[in-house]
Nanobody, 122 residues
Framework: VQLQASGGGLVQAGDSLRLSCAAS????????LGWFRQAPGKEREFVSA????????YYTDSVKGRFAISRDNERKMLYLQMSSLKPEDTAVYFC????????????????WGLGTQVTVSS
């Protein structure tokens, strides 16, 4: 499967943004999916993950209650709805796929899309 993230942009603190990740290739529904982000000078970090069925989700503490991950297996799409954005959310956001049911661990993701830049101004 190949992934391509989109939907990033420049927004103000408190705004909302929805990231999308389009998949192509082999059966999409067999993969656990996740969102990671990387700010300048920092390590790529876990943001959110979802099982193939969408029945279970994980979030890093800093985005709980503000971000919502979802997927549409029929359309082969992954989404990240981001609300109440903060300047510290500024980063390049990546979608990724894992053969694990669900994972927070970057190294367990074997397929990565190109990132999309999210910039939140104060």
């Amino acid at each position: 499967v190949q992934l391509q993230a989109s939907g990033g942009g420049l927004v103000q603190a408190g705004d909302s943004l929805r990231l999308s990740c389009a998949a192509s290739g082999r059966p999409f529904g067999t993969y656990g999916l996740g969102w990671f982000r990387q700010a300048p000078g920092k390590e790529r970090e876990f943001v959110s993950a979802i099982t193939w069925s969408g029945g279970r989700t994980y979030y890093t503490d800093s985005v709980k209650g503000r971000f919502a991950i979802s997927r549409d297996n029929e359309r082969k799409m992954l989404y990240l709805q981001m609300s109440s954005l903060k300047p510290e959310d500024t980063a390049v956001y990546f979608c990724a796929a894992t053969l694990k049911v669900i994972s927070k661990v970057k190294d367990e993701y074997s397929i990565w899309g190109l990132g999309t830049q999210v910039t939140v101004s104060s």
